[in-house]
């Protein structure tokens, strides 16, 4: 079993719209949980991170996290195209563990 | 804002050869990473630093070794490169708790 799973995509949703991305890990000792963008051919870039249950907004970004599920997610309101990207999930105990991303195209 | 520098962008070696991946970090960060990132697989963890001359394995060290005589510096060594090493080679830095961040990466293919 993956440490951290994530839906593969890929994902598509209109320009505007609400997208929705989801990650579930196995570690209850997990801490810390992290999004990370990345653009085809760059290299990922932190976009958010979560310690407490509940949710942080910053701009169009809100992640949740529900420890007691092991489940964390992201929102990106008002997609643009420019958020067409792999989204990856990490989640942080003693190391880091990635998830393999999410591709997500917003169509203009 | 942190600062991680990969030696190389780009690079094309042949079968057998030693290949050298460098990074260099500005923070002062005690803890060094090195994953490589192929399709479908997401990135998988190499081997890893949480000091100057201390090394520890990832999930997958085999053909790959590491050195950090510096703090701030952490290479990758492919003792004798294969053609199933052509990857991106991605280096990332942390400090303490807070979030890793990673270079440009290093797109490496082995002919």
């Known amino acids: 079993q993956k440490e951290v799973e994530q839906n593969s995509g890929p994902l598509s949703v209109p320009e505007g719209a609400i997208a929705s991305l989801n990650c579930t890990y196995s570690?209850?000792?997990?801490?810390?949980f992290f999004w990370y963008r990345q653009y085809s051919g760059k290299s990922p870039e932190l976009i958010m991170f979560?310690?407490?249950?509940g949710d942080k907004e910053d701009g169009r970004f809100t992640a949740q996290l529900n420890k007691a599920s092991q489940y964390v997610s992201l929102l990106i309101r008002d997609s643009q195209p420019s958020d067409s990207a792999t989204y990856l999930c990490?989640?942080?105990?003693?190391?880091?563990?990635f998830g393999a991303g999410t591709r997500l195209t917003v169509k203009p | 804002d942190v600062k991680v520098t990969q030696s190389s962008r780009y690079l094309v070696k042949r079968t057998g050869e030693k290949v050298f991946l460098e990074c260099v970090q500005d923070?002062?960060?005690?803890?060094m990473f090195w994953y490589r990132q192929d399709p479908g697989l997401g990135l998988r963890l190499i081997y890893f630093?949480?000091?100057?001359?201390?090394?520890e394995k990832g999930d997958i060290p085999e053909g790959y070794s590491v050195s950090r005589e510096k703090k701030e510096r952490f290479s990758l060594i492919l003792e004798s490169a294969s053609t199933n090493q052509t990857s991106m080679y991605l280096c990332?830095?942390?400090?303490?708790?807070?979030?890793?961040?990673f270079g440009d990466g290093t797109r490496l293919s082995i002919l």
């Open positions: 630093s949480y000091d100057v001359k201390m090394k």
């Open positions: 570690d209850r000792g997990s801490q810390s």
């Open positions: 990490a989640a942080h105990n003693n190391d880091m563990r």
């Open positions: 990332a830095t942390r400090g303490g708790n807070q979030p890793q961040h």
């Open positions: 923070m002062d960060h005690e803890n």
């Open positions: 979560i310690y407490s249950n």
